[in-house]
């Protein structure tokens, strides 16, 4: 009777400890209170969150699980949920936006099991800027991990501005994708990506109330990069995985095989537009750089650029030492020279090139082809890079010659395979003592917090293609007034911009006062200008003095003013002081009164370069800062900078 009495005990014991499991759910606060994360199971024992700010839901509840070897679908039961942790960050990055960062979270996680009992992890990240959260596996053996039933489901009257992301192997020479296409502003949620591939990260939103930017960070060689599906049915966005022949072999897959399945974190940065601009939640969420590696030797610069504007046929030896005389002129870091060198150029000629350009104090950067057979590129070097051996002999060769860092381009795309490379190679060169910049490459996940070597990535549609078509010559003004709310809102961007000067062949739209702005407007580790020695030289001395004290690192960033595609006012502080650009691609004049109270400035008397009588030249005017207004006018396609 005893034994019958405990029998039962224990098993009501175990049922109501069961059911008690089955209905927890997670619930998680930003550190102000004001984000809400919650997390739990439905009915079929499928994982879903949703997502609100000050109680009005903003990502309606949105599928979670992963699906391959083991399933994380449906079938599931709640092991555990972790009580919330505060934790405070604090690093140095000197690509990023605030080269030093200190941010606090909160933190975290449920543990899962599916109807074989395998163990899935889900950790959760909330800051005052957006929530996060990514899952986990740990195998004994490799497994496999073929999709991600993670959404994001917004209401049906949101906006989007979103990237088409291109399909694999299109484009010039199969190189996409590379991350470079146009915009399309503010589409209804759920319409369809014109490519099969889908929307590309970073995927910008507005709801009724709020912005919403979606993205990915802390991406590691144990996942995959994603981008969002083509097809959003009533506003639900699902990941999409990369496509097969986005690795660096033919045979490699597409999808995720390790025993230490790490996704990267699926972000969303939630609040106003300055919430966005500002945020730097994907390197926050990266790993921490390797504390047993000193990365002291980093030094962000402005570089010269002959390519930009001059094209192959300039990758010459007279021509690379006239643009290295001409950096040391301008007092920037370095000189960039480009594809083609070590056929143009040569070893040994680029070593008189790298010791002529340390006379100046002036850092080379070399241009490398990353492809091996995933592309029909030709330029060269190629496949030096490819394999481990070889690159490392590759770099100890250029660094003995006194080389600054390399600019990496043409990647595969973002399978598993091409996740590797990336990271092997910014190992690799950070061993060696080089800066690092991605072209035709994936966006950034936060990898310069990771590799603080990794000064800057393209992944937009940049200067070059101005040069190649006047369509997109055309449509500069009003791209360049997306970037700040998407693409450069999650690392550094080589756009390359300021050009003051023609562009051969096609008509330039923006003014040099919209070009001049850039230099704020615009963030990168590494910026190469491309405006060439025969324009500089031609513009006032102001322009020239200011363009010889453009700072190489920020302290902080202010959203002031703008929207998306139409026109931008921010601020970017440095030292004790603030720099203020506005840029403006609407067909009228943008008449401002632009509150600078978060400056804490108060009352001063400013100079202005702004446009002149047209929209090639370049003036002086003199303004008032009064109880923290300013009043400016920015021309139709033009621009405006400032230091307070």
């Known amino acids: 009777m005893k034994k019958s009495f405990l029998f039962l005990f224990l ?13 927890k759910k997670l619930v998680l606060k930003s550190p102000d209170g004001t984000l809400v994360i919650e997390a739990g199971l439905n009915e079929k024992g499928s994982l879903f969150y949703e997502v609100k700010k000050d109680n009005k839901t903003v990502i309606f509840p949105s599928q979670m699980g992963l699906s391959g070897d083991l399933e994380f679908t449906s079938g599931l039961k709640i092991k555990s949920v972790s009580k919330p942790k505060l934790q405070t960050e604090t690093y140095h990055a000197p690509g990023e936006k605030r080269a030093n960062r200190t941010f606090t979270v909160n933190l975290a996680e449920i543990q899962l099991q599916n109807t074989l009992e395998n163990i899935l992890t889900v950790e959760f990240k909330a800051t005052n800027e957006g929530v996060a959260f990514r899952y986990i596996i740990r195998s004994k053996t490799p497994i496999a991990v073929k999709s991600e039933k993670t959404s994001f489901k917004f209401a049906a009257l949101s906006k989007a501005w979103l990237h088409p992301h291109a399909n694999v192997k299109d484009g010039w020479c199969e190189t996409q994708p590379s991350y470079e296409e146009q915009y399309e502003y503010e589409i209804p ?9 889908g929307w590309s990260f970073p995927a910008l939103f507005k709801t009724e109330a709020y912005w919403v930017l979606v993205t990915e960070a802390g991406l590691t060689p ?41 996704s990267s974190w699926r972000v969303m940065v939630i609040g106003s537009l300055a919430t966005v601009v500002e945020s730097q939640m994907v390197s926050d969420l990266a ?32 021509v690379q030492k006239q643009f290295i005389e001409y950096a040391a002129e301008m007092k920037w870091d370095y000189c960039l020279i480009d594809a083609d ?21 002036i850092g080379i950067l070399l241009w490398y082809n990353s492809s091996g057979s995933w592309n029909s590129t030709t330029y060269s070097p190629k496949s030096a890079l490819t394999e481990r051996e070889a690159r490392r002999k590759e770099f100890e060769r250029i660094h003995n010659m006194g080389i600054a860092g390399v600019k990496v381009d043409f990647w595969p795309g973002d399978g598993q395979s091409a996740i590797q490379y990336y990271y092997d190679m910014m190992q690799d060169a950070a061993d060696f003592h080089l800066l690092v910049n991605f072209h035709g490459t994936t966006v950034p996940r936060g990898w310069s ?16 293609f101005t040069t190649f078509d006047q369509k997109d010559t055309d449509l500069a003004p009003k791209h360049l ?32 006062g919209m070009e001049i702005a850039l230099t704020v407007i615009l963030q990168s580790g590494i910026q190469h ?24 690192k920020w302290d902080d960033v202010k959203l002031i003013d703008g929207f998306p595609g139409k026109y931008v006012v921010m601020a970017r502080k440095s030292g004790d002081k603030w720099y203020l650009a506005g840029i403006n691609s609407q067909v009228e004049t943008q008449k401002l009164t632009l509150d600078l109270s978060v400056l804490k400035i108060g009352s001063k008397d400013l100079i202005l370069i702004t446009d002149g009588e047209n929209n090639r030249s370049l003036v002086e005017k003199y303004a008032t800062l009064r109880n923290n207004k300013l009043e400016v006018e920015i021309m139709p396609n033009g621009g405006f900078v400032t230091v307070l």
């Open 481 to 512: 007034t997306m970037m700040t709310f998407a693409r450069n809102v999650v690392g550094p961007m080589d756009f390359t911009p300021v050009c003051f000067g023609e562009i051969p062949g096609v008509k330039r739209r923006t003014s040099n």
């Open 449 to 464: 917090r990771t590799f603080p070597n990794l000064l800057a990535m393209e992944s937009i549609r940049g200067f070059e």
């Open 11 to 23: 098993f009501l014991f175990l049922t109501i400890f069961a059911l008690q499991s089955a209905s």
């Open 287 to 318: 790993s921490p750089a390797d504390k047993k590696i000193d990365y002291s030797w980093v030094k962000p610069g402005i570089s010269s650029w002959s390519w930009g504007v001059l094209k192959d046929d300039y990758t010459i030896y007279p």
């Open 529 to 552: 200008y491309v405006e060439i020695p025969e324009s500089m030289v031609k513009q006032p001395e102001f322009v020239k003095t200011y363009m010889r004290n453009v700072p190489r």
């Open 189 to 197: 949620v759920g319409t369809p990506a014109p490519f099969k591939a």
């Open 341 to 361: 060198w070590d056929r143009k150029i040569g070893y040994e000629k680029m070593r008189e090139l790298a010791n002529y350009a340390k006379t100046k104090n």
């Open 222 to 262: 144990d996942y995959v990069g994603t981008r969002l599906s083509q097809l959003s049915p009533d506003g639900e966005y699902t990941i999409g995985f990369p496509q097969k022949g986005e690795t660096t072999h033919p045979d490699d897959p597409e999808y995720v095989v390790s025993d230490h399945v790490t």
